[in-house]
């Protein structure tokens, strides 16, 4: 009887993000979307992409040209396909594949992939998500052709440029992309994704999405666009007007007609709205456009705004109380300068402010000690002294400004959004933010980028939308599942949860490995996995029990 031969490869939660893959039917969308030779290539352009999504959600700080020692102890042939080893994943393949994306447009082919993505998980996208967010960028690129041509070519090349801009990051050094996104409103899934030069301004960036795009958000059945105060400018808002779209956005609080109702609308006008929100309607007109705005004031808010307002005055008061002291130490020649001095001091105030103020004089000799009753005093000072009191008031008014927000919509007589939905639809724009932590996580595969071209960067960029794309669509279908069958997998704490983060799930199978027992056939067995974790496989269905079988 032969020797037998034993080999572990590494499986981890990567058989939960194959499985994905295969649901949503990325690798056969993209391999029927995109005419390859296959007898040129080991590795189909879907496959190939199936591989960089396995290596961004294999959360290994893994960049993408180390993609075949990323796969040297993984089981690819289970992972991907049939015939496909860790060598055939090297930087030709996968940069090749990047450049066919990019050939046949990164924001096409990715709108086409989500759209099918919310079919086959049952989703309806009617509230729409609009951020963006940039990335660093190592490498020269085509940023000096653009700093001396001084235009964006994005029309006549399809080619962004990666050149210097605001950074997120607070890194104004570095070259930057710019990536925009669409995610809708329950599970956080981008439907739609566009990579951005590097100095393009949300401002303007917002109004060409609305403009360029709208067919395709109505095309996803995006009935409602949201966005932050930076979509809200008079151009955005003039071009949004005449389409069928309803639109939800924040209100920069710099606005004159923002700032009046920030600060003086009386509290009691405020009427409750949801647990911890109160709100009052007013019904505007800017931009020539008539709207709805909802003024929030938020309980939350106002404790955070509190705490930190607390902090901020006990410094400043600290720094003001000791001028003060010093203010009382100086001498003055009459009583006029020290009010002067005492007027100063009080304008400069943000603080603090003096009470019970009195002048002193002060006699000076030219001896020490207690003088003769004939003597004469050489000169005379004059002392201030007063009480300080911190101005409560200005410290309430503060709280209260900072409690306060306003949402604007243009639907006035809120035929599709009551105020109720109105705020919550502004606070789901958490979900878009949310996947931009995701994709700056320093474990994902590309926290700073670089590739030889900027149509390959463009290509990752999309690349790295589909792992968000995969790992949000793979929570929800975890949640859900959940949630259909009433049970349950344990949480950090170990209790029961039925609302896991994917992020927490894959911890589960950390240590899940596959033991390859060759003799005259293979034999596989599946290592450290639990009974909880086949029982979640069992629940989710075949492309994923098999993976671990």
Same mark, same amino acid.
């Given at each position: 009887?032969?020797?037998?031969?034993? &080999?572990?490869?590494?499986?981890?939660?990567?058989?939960?993000?194959?499985?994905?893959?295969? &649901?949503?039917?990325?690798?056969?969308?993209?391999?029927?979307?995109?005419?390859?030779?296959?007898?040129?290539?080991?590795?189909?352009?879907?496959?190939?992409?199936?591989?960089?999504? @396995?290596?961004? @959600?294999?959360?290994?700080?893994?960049?993408?040209?180390?993609?075949?020692? %990323?796969?040297?102890?993984?089981?690819?042939?289970?992972?991907?396909?049939?015939?496909?080893?860790?060598?055939?994943?090297?930087?030709?393949?996968?940069?090749?594949?990047?450049?066919?994306?990019?050939? %046949?447009?990164?924001?096409?082919?990715?709108?086409?992939?989500?759209?099918?993505?919310?079919?086959?998980?049952?989703?309806?996208?009617?509230?729409?998500?609009?951020?963006?967010?940039?990335?660093?960028?190592?490498?020269?690129?085509?940023?000096?052709?653009?700093?001396?041509?001084? =235009?964006?070519?994005?029309?006549?090349?399809?080619?962004?440029?990666?050149? =210097?801009?605001?950074?997120?990051?607070?890194?104004?050094? @570095?070259?930057?992309?710019?990536?925009?996104?669409?995610?809708?409103?329950?599970?956080?899934?981008?439907?739609?994704?566009?990579?951005?030069?590097?100095?393009?301004?949300?401002?303007?960036?917002?109004?060409?999405?609305?403009?360029?795009?709208?067919?395709?958000?109505?095309?996803?059945?995006?009935?409602?666009?949201?966005?932050?105060?930076?979509?809200?400018?008079?151009?955005?808002?003039?071009?949004?007007?005449?389409?069928?779209?309803?639109?939800?956005?924040?209100?920069?609080?710099?606005?004159?007609?923002?700032? &009046?109702?920030?600060?003086?609308?009386?509290?009691?006008?405020?009427?409750?709205?949801?647990?911890?929100?109160?709100?009052?309607?007013?019904?505007?007109?800017?931009?020539?456009?008539?709207?709805?705005?909802?003024?929030?004031?938020?309980?939350?808010?106002?404790?955070?705004?509190?705490?930190?307002?607390?902090?901020?005055?006990?410094?400043?008061?600290?720094?003001?109380?000791?001028?003060?002291?010093?203010?009382?130490?100086?001498?003055?020649?009459?009583?006029?300068?020290?009010?002067?001095?005492?007027?100063?001091?009080?304008?400069?105030?943000?603080?603090?402010?003096?009470?019970?103020?009195?002048?002193?004089?002060?006699?000076?000799?030219?001896?020490?000690?207690?003088?003769?009753?004939?003597?004469?005093?050489?000169?005379?000072?004059?002392?201030?002294?007063?009480?300080?009191?911190?101005?409560?008031?200005?410290? +309430?008014?503060?709280?209260?400004?900072?409690?306060?927000?306003?949402?604007?919509?243009?639907?006035?007589?809120?035929?599709?959004?009551?105020?109720?939905?109105?705020?919550?639809?502004?606070?789901?724009?958490?979900?878009?933010?949310?996947?931009?932590?995701?994709?700056?996580?320093?474990? %994902?595969?590309?926290?700073?980028?670089?590739?030889?071209?900027?149509?390959?960067?463009?290509?990752?960029?999309?690349?790295?939308?589909?792992?968000?794309?995969?790992?949000?669509?793979? +929570?929800?279908?975890?949640?859900?599942? @959940?949630?259909?069958?009433?049970?349950?997998?344990?949480?950090?704490?170990?209790?029961?949860?039925?609302?896991?983060?994917?992020?927490?799930?894959?911890?589960?199978?950390?240590?899940?490995?596959?033991?390859?027992?060759?003799?005259?056939?293979?034999?596989?067995?599946?290592?450290?996995?639990?009974?909880?974790?086949?029982?979640?496989?069992?629940?989710?269905?075949?492309?994923?029990? +098999?993976?671990?079988?």
């Amino acid at each position: 009887m032969p020797t037998p031969n034993y &080999e572990t490869k590494t499986i981890e939660h990567l058989g939960l993000v194959a499985g994905m893959v295969d &649901e949503l039917g990325i690798v056969e969308c993209i391999d029927k979307l995109i005419e390859q030779d296959h007898t040129q290539r080991q590795v189909s352009i879907g496959q190939a992409v199936k591989a960089m999504i @396995l290596n961004g @959600l294999g959360f290994a700080n893994r960049r993408l040209y180390l993609s075949p020692h %990323f796969f040297a102890n993984k089981p690819t042939e289970r992972l991907i396909a049939p015939g496909v080893r860790p060598e055939h994943l090297h930087d030709d393949t996968l940069g090749k594949a990047l450049d066919a994306l990019h050939t %046949f447009g990164v924001s096409e082919l990715f709108t086409l992939l989500s759209q099918q993505a919310m079919t086959r998980l049952g989703l309806c996208a009617s509230h729409g998500h609009l951020d963006t967010t940039s990335f660093h960028v190592d490498g020269s690129y085509n940023s000096d052709e653009y700093n001396s041509n001084k =235009h964006n070519s994005d029309e006549t090349e399809g080619v962004i440029h990666i050149t =210097h801009g605001y950074s997120r990051d607070h890194r104004p050094d @570095l070259k930057q992309v710019v990536l925009e996104l669409i995610s809708e409103h329950s599970a956080g899934i981008p439907v739609l994704m566009k990579p951005l030069s590097g100095n393009q301004n949300d401002k303007t960036s917002f109004q060409e999405v609305v403009t360029r795009h709208v067919g395709q958000l109505q095309d996803a059945g995006i009935e409602v666009l949201v966005t932050d105060s930076a979509g809200y400018t008079a151009t955005t808002l003039q071009a949004l007007h005449p389409m069928n779209v309803t639109w939800v956005m924040s209100v920069p609080a710099t606005l004159s007609s923002a700032q &009046e109702l920030l600060t003086t609308l009386p509290i009691e006008d405020f009427a409750p709205l949801v647990t911890g929100y109160e709100a009052v309607r007013v019904e505007v007109t800017y931009a020539d456009v008539v709207q709805r705005w909802l003024v929030v004031r938020s309980q939350a808010a106002r404790e955070r705004a509190r705490a930190t307002s607390q902090r901020q005055l006990l410094k400043a008061s600290e720094v003001e109380r000791k001028r003060f002291e010093t203010l009382c130490r100086q001498e003055f020649s009459c009583e006029q300068d020290a009010y002067n001095a005492l007027a100063r001091y009080q304008q400069s105030c943000r603080v603090l402010s003096v009470s019970e103020v009195s002048i002193r004089q002060q006699q000076h000799y030219a001896k020490a000690g207690r003088p003769a009753k004939e003597a004469r005093p050489e000169r005379v000072s004059y002392h201030l002294y007063g009480v300080l009191s911190a101005r409560v008031s200005l410290f +309430e008014q503060q709280v209260e400004r900072a409690s306060r927000f306003i949402l604007a919509t243009n639907d006035v007589t809120a035929a599709h959004l009551s105020d109720t939905e109105l705020l919550q639809a502004y606070k789901n724009q958490s979900k878009v933010e949310r996947g931009f932590r995701f994709l700056k996580d320093p474990m %994902f595969l590309a926290s700073t980028l670089f590739l030889k071209k900027t149509e390959r960067i463009m290509a990752l960029l999309m690349v790295m939308t589909l792992c968000l794309l995969v790992y949000a669509a793979l +929570e929800h279908r975890i949640r859900t599942t @959940l949630v259909q069958h009433d049970t349950n997998v344990p949480d950090q704490k170990g209790k029961p949860t039925k609302r896991p983060t994917a992020r927490w799930v894959f911890e589960l199978f950390l240590d899940v490995h596959l033991l390859f027992i060759t003799t005259q056939d293979v034999q596989v067995l599946v290592m450290n996995l639990k009974d909880e974790l086949k029982q979640l496989l069992e629940l989710l269905g075949p492309p994923y029990a +098999e993976a671990y079988s």
